[in-house]
């Protein structure tokens, strides 16, 4: 498959809330993170200035942040509006009407987005330029790592060896105790990784340890399913609020 481009992938701006549920955290979960928290690819989210209310560090990382920042709005207006579209013509991939009205979710992002300009401008140090498969950060740098919409949601950017690399390195900056949390597990059409089992078998091999950790999605409460990394024999340090096995 051809690979797009960067500027064809959608830059998004999720709330801090949406994140939540992409990802098993509770707001009192996020507070009580011990260590700073990385969002790779943090996007046009809300998560870091939302976050920061909270007293939890959040550093976000994407490449798109090379860009000036009127540049990176009106991308991730421009995503607002695909994602509109999308929603219109495949409904069954996104949240149910019933529990959140499209109008309603668009507007949570529109909100994200301009508190991520705020933020941005306020706090430039925390939006840093850069692109998986490798980080601008020390090893295990982060109590907590956050990456969703990228290494299984675009497989034409991110063969099977660029997502280990990519893996590998969110978890290279993960410290010990701490967890890289990734979702989707599927791609942009909904198709489930399909060497998910390989990807888990090789990252095994470079000493992660891998989970696939399942739990209620917020609103329709079906099952969401993340990956989880952490370094294999690691002391266990659970970020609280953490949903059981
Ligand atoms: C769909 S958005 C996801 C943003 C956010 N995590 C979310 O869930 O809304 C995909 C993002 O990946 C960024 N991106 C593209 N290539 C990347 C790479 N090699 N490493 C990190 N981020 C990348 C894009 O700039 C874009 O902001």
Redesign the pocket.
């Known amino acids: 498959m051809a690979r797009p481009a ?1 500027h064809e ?4 701006s ?1 709330p801090l809330d949406e994140y939540c549920g ?1 990802f098993g955290l509770t707001r009192a979960a996020l507070a009580a993170v011990d260590g700073p928290v990385l ?5 046009a ?1 809300g998560l870091t200035a939302e976050a920061r209310a909270l007293g939890c560090h959040v550093i976000a ?4 942040y090379a860009a000036p920042l009127p540049a990176v709005t009106a991308r991730a207006l421009a995503g607002r509006d695909a994602m509109a579209g999308a929603m219109l013509a495949a409904p069954q991939l996104y949240p149910d009407p019933r529990h959140l009205r499209p109008e309603r979710y668009l507007r949570s992002w529109d909100r994200a987005r301009r508190l991520f300009a705020a933020d941005t401008a306020a706090h430039p140090e925390d939006y840093v330029a850069a ?2 498969p490798r980080l601008p950060f020390a090893d295990r740098t982060f109590a907590l790592t956050l990456s ?3 290494l299984l949601a675009y497989p034409g ?1 991110f063969g099977p060896r660029r997502q280990l690399a990519g893996l590998l390195e969110l978890v290279r900056v993960t410290a010990d105790g701490g967890e890289a949390r990734i979702y989707p597990l599927h791609d942009g059409a909904g198709r489930r990784c399909p060497h998910l089992d390989e990807l888990r078998r090789a990252l095994g091999r470079h000493r992660v340890a891998s989970e696939i950790r399942a739990f209620p999605r917020p609103g329709d409460g079906r099952t969401r399913r993340i990956l989880v990394l952490t370094h294999a024999g690691a002391g266990n340090r659970r970020p609280p609020g953490s949903p059981s096995r």
Not at 9 to 12: G, K, Q, R
């Open positions: 960067d992938i959608l830059l998004t999720r992409l969002d790779c690819p943090g996007g989210a990382a994407d490449p798109a692109a998986l969703s919409y990228l950017l």
